[in-house]
């Protein structure tokens, strides 16, 4: 999903809560 992907590139702190969902 490269739209979710870029969310999580335009916020730091969105990008580690989609690296704990992902981790999950």
Request: hydrophobic share 45%; with cysteine.
């Amino acid at each position: 999903m490269p739209t979710f992907t870029h969310i999580c590139s335009l916020n730091y702190f969105v990008f580690i809560r989609c690296v704990i969902s992902y981790r999950l």
